[in-house]
């Protein structure tokens, strides 16, 4: 069933657990995502980027997730969109019917500028009942086609964060505390900021929300290596910096470039050992399994199996 990324995420920071958002492009990652979610008994929020929607259609990826929330009716669903940077976009995606949560990163924007304009598309979202994640505070890497370079990424100041959800009236924020967007996120071990992120969770009185959070599974990543991928120097966040964030108060954990390491593991796996195959649906299977079980898994690790 289609839900409010407020309702979902209110939920999860009272049970002091977080909900997976998880990206989608196509048919089979939705169809393996909420596969993950049901058998998890898990809320679940699908994010489409608008790299994704220039890809498939806001039109078309929103049927598709209206079409497959009524087949799920026992797990909380929300259709967000994913680092809405262009404002146009954002405007057309609430006034689409399919969303249930957008969110507009004005995070590159001067701090008053980023604040008179979230202010406004929260006051257009609320008139129609969505729910609205904003960001504060740059996260270097690759969001779709805007690169943040490392050297002008910066940190989620506190006493800013403060000032901005009370005036914003947003109902979660997207802070950075030192993760990254892509596939290599660190040279050396993982390290986020955890004391800045529970001073902003004592100052603000929203959900927060932890992008750049994928993880790059060991053993996800050596099977995509072993058919071809050169992705030697990837590395994501660990999973007991993931936890101790949770711990701190993030209620909402991004992860898109697992997925698509196990998708391109799938298909490269398949193809490899089934070269006269051409059927589309069956060298897509193994990767909608793959993306499964890697949402399981992220699923168990954030503490949201049965919240459903």
């Known amino acids: 069933m289609l839900t409010t990324l407020?309702?979902?995420?209110?939920?999860?920071?009272?049970?002091?657990?977080?909900?997976?958002?998880?990206?989608i492009n196509n048919l089979e990652i939705l169809q393996a995502i909420v596969e993950a979610a049901d058998a998890e008994s898990a809320p679940?929020?699908?994010?489409?980027?608008?790299?994704?929607?220039?890809?498939?259609?806001?039109?078309?990826?929103?049927c598709l997730v209206h079409t497959t929330a009524k087949k799920y009716k026992n797990i909380p669903m929300v259709f967000h969109l994913d680092h809405g940077k262009n404002y146009d976009l954002v405007v057309e995606a609430i006034k689409s019917g399919y969303y249930t949560s957008v969110m507009y990163d004005g995070s590159s924007l001067p701090f008053q500028e980023n604040i008179k304009t979230t202010k406004k598309i929260v006051k257009m979202a609320h008139a129609k009942g969505i729910s609205v994640e904003a960001e504060l505070g740059a996260i270097a890497g690759i969001e779709d086609f805007v690169s943040v370079e490392e050297k002008d990424a910066h940190l989620t100041d506190p006493e800013q964060a403060e000032e901005f959800v009370k005036t914003t009236g947003c109902d979660a924020l997207a802070i950075a505390i030192g993760t990254s967007h892509g596939a290599y996120k660190f040279?050396?071990?993982?390290?986020?900021?955890?004391?800045?992120?529970?001073?902003?969770?004592?100052?603000?009185?929203?959900?927060?929300?932890?992008?750049?959070?994928?993880?790059?599974?060991?053993?996800?990543?050596?099977?995509?290596?072993?058919?071809?991928?050169?992705?030697?120097?990837?590395?994501?966040?660990?999973?007991?910096?993931?936890?101790?964030?949770v711990e701190g108060g993030i209620d909402k954990v991004n992860i898109d470039t697992d997925l698509r390491i196990a998708f391109d593991a799938g298909v490269r796996k398949f193809l490899k050992n089934n070269p006269e195959v051409f059927d589309p649906r069956?060298?897509?299977?193994?990767?909608?399994?793959?993306?499964?079980e890697v949402v399981r898994r992220k699923i168990k690790m954030l503490g949201s199996s049965g919240k459903a």
């Open 282 to 292: 069956k060298i897509l299977g193994p990767a909608k399994k793959l993306i499964t």
């Open 187 to 245: 040279k050396g071990s993982s390290k986020l900021d955890i004391a800045r992120l529970k001073e902003i969770e004592n100052r603000v009185d929203v959900p927060l929300v932890l992008h750049g959070a994928s993880g790059v599974p060991a053993d996800i990543k050596k099977q995509c290596m072993a058919y071809g991928c050169k992705i030697a120097d990837a590395k994501g966040v660990s999973d007991a910096y993931i936890k101790r964030a």
């Open 44 to 62: 679940v929020i699908i994010s489409t980027s608008e790299g994704a929607i220039k890809y498939a259609g806001m039109d078309e990826l929103g």
């Open 6 to 23: 407020k309702s979902v995420l209110d939920k999860a920071h009272r049970g002091n657990y977080a909900v997976g958002a998880f990206n």
